[in-house]
């Protein structure tokens, strides 16, 4: 498996100079079977637009696993050279909002007009919408297993994706403070986190915020730095990646956020030119 991360930014995207090293698009990255370009898209930030770097030419034919539809995991997903063209076939996996909803209404909330001039079924390509449940799933030749984790403001997802080289775990958005402040004021250490966690090898985790930012910041859904390491320890996951990023976090202050983190687990702070082979 080869896990290629294409946004690593959280929020909004970051463009300008104190941003470039560790990249300003959101939320987006690509899963490949060895060898072969991505078939599996997590998230369709703004990073999706360089999924064609990927893809020698190809279309991309495969599926995009949404966590939620926050603007941040959704707004690139127009503007994807791979995606919208004609031989492109992609499944959209939406997560079910337990209202009655289709996939395609409840994405048309935010892509339809007045907010946007194109609705997701008038993209190029053969596409399918499909409902998303806190299931085990087989999507593309890869395990994948979904659980619903705190956040804010509506339904969002962790996802573990195996194959038989290994586990991925994938969180940009979770807010574990939510279910208590926890044996270290940062969150709870609750099941569900545990258990999409257990033994990984790779914990892609959101670490929008400091310890000394969640008292003021908490409000808007995110986890500490500190927590997603944490996490990764008591799970026995052999290497953590701090991603989503908050906006305003510059390549400097996250050099030195990163310089914090020595010894056990492995941490590697994601920057949009991260490339982990499993
Ligand atoms: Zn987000
Ligand atoms: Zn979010």
Same mark, same amino acid.
């Not at 946004?7 to 060898?35: K, M």
């Not at 403001?153 to 958005?173: A, C, E, K, L, Q």
């Given at each position: 498996?080869?896990?290629?991360?294409?946004?690593?930014?959280?929020?909004?995207p970051a463009?300008?100079?104190?941003f470039?090293r560790?990249?300003?698009?959101?939320?987006?990255?690509?899963?490949?079977?060895?060898?072969?370009?991505?078939?599996?898209?997590?998230?369709?930030?703004?990073? *999706?637009?360089?999924?064609?770097?990927?893809m020698?030419g190809?279309?991309?034919?495969?599926?995009?696993?949404?966590?939620?539809?926050h603007?941040?995991?959704?707004?690139?997903?127009?503007?994807?050279?791979?995606?919208?063209?004609v031989?492109?076939?992609?499944?959209?996996?939406?997560?079910?909002?337990?209202?009655g $909803?289709? %996939?395609? !209404?409840?994405?048309?909330?935010?892509m339809? %007009?007045?907010?946007?001039p194109?609705?997701?079924? !008038?993209?190029?390509?053969d596409?399918?919408?499909? $409902?998303l449940?806190?299931s085990?799933?087989?999507?593309?030749g890869?395990?994948?297993l979904?659980e619903e984790?705190?956040?804010?403001?509506?339904?969002?997802?962790?996802?573990? *994706?195996?194959?038989?080289?290994?586990?991925?775990?994938?969180?940009?958005?979770?807010?574990?403070?939510?279910?208590?402040?926890?044996?270290?004021?940062?969150?709870?250490?609750? !099941?569900?986190?545990?258990?999409?966690c257990?033994?990984?090898?790779?914990l892609?985790?959101?670490?929008?915020?400091?310890?000394?930012e969640?008292?003021?910041?908490?409000?808007f859904?995110?986890?500490?730095?500190?927590?997603?390491v !944490?996490?990764?320890?008591?799970?026995?996951?052999?290497r953590?990646? %701090?991603?989503?990023?908050?906006?305003?976090?510059t390549?400097?202050?996250?050099?030195?956020?990163?310089?914090?983190?020595?010894?056990?687990?492995?941490?590697?702070?994601?920057?949009q030119?991260?490339?982990?082979?499993?």
């Amino acid at each position: 498996m080869r896990v290629t991360f294409l946004g690593v930014r959280g929020s909004t995207p970051a463009p300008g100079e104190a941003f470039v090293r560790y990249g300003g698009h959101t939320s987006c990255v690509a899963i490949a079977h060895d060898g072969a370009v991505p078939s599996l898209l997590l998230d369709a930030g703004t990073g *999706i637009r360089r999924t064609s770097s990927l893809m020698n030419g190809e279309p991309f034919r495969g599926s995009i696993l949404l966590t939620h539809l926050h603007w941040d995991h959704v707004h690139g997903l127009p503007f994807c050279d791979a995606t919208d063209r004609v031989d492109s076939r992609v499944t959209l996996f939406v997560p079910d909002q337990l209202d009655g $909803s289709v %996939p395609l !209404e409840v994405l048309s909330r935010g892509m339809s %007009p007045p907010h946007f001039p194109v609705r997701a079924d !008038e993209l190029r390509g053969d596409w399918s919408f499909e $409902s998303l449940s806190a299931s085990s799933l087989e999507v593309d030749g890869f395990s994948v297993l979904v659980e619903e984790i705190p956040h804010k403001g509506g339904r969002t997802y962790g996802f573990r *994706i195996s194959d038989r080289t290994g586990s991925v775990v994938y969180m940009p958005d979770h807010c574990p403070s939510a279910l208590g402040d926890g044996p270290d004021d940062l969150g709870e250490y609750h !099941e569900t986190a545990m258990s999409l966690c257990q033994d990984a090898d790779v914990l892609i985790h959101d670490a929008q915020l400091r310890r000394e930012e969640l008292a003021a910041e908490a409000y808007f859904g995110h986890a500490a730095v500190e927590y997603a390491v !944490e996490l990764a320890r008591r799970a026995n996951v052999k290497r953590v990646v %701090p991603f989503h990023h908050k906006q305003s976090r510059t390549d400097d202050e996250l050099d030195d956020m990163a310089r914090r983190f020595d010894g056990y687990p492995q941490v590697t702070f994601a920057t949009q030119q991260t490339v982990i082979q499993l």
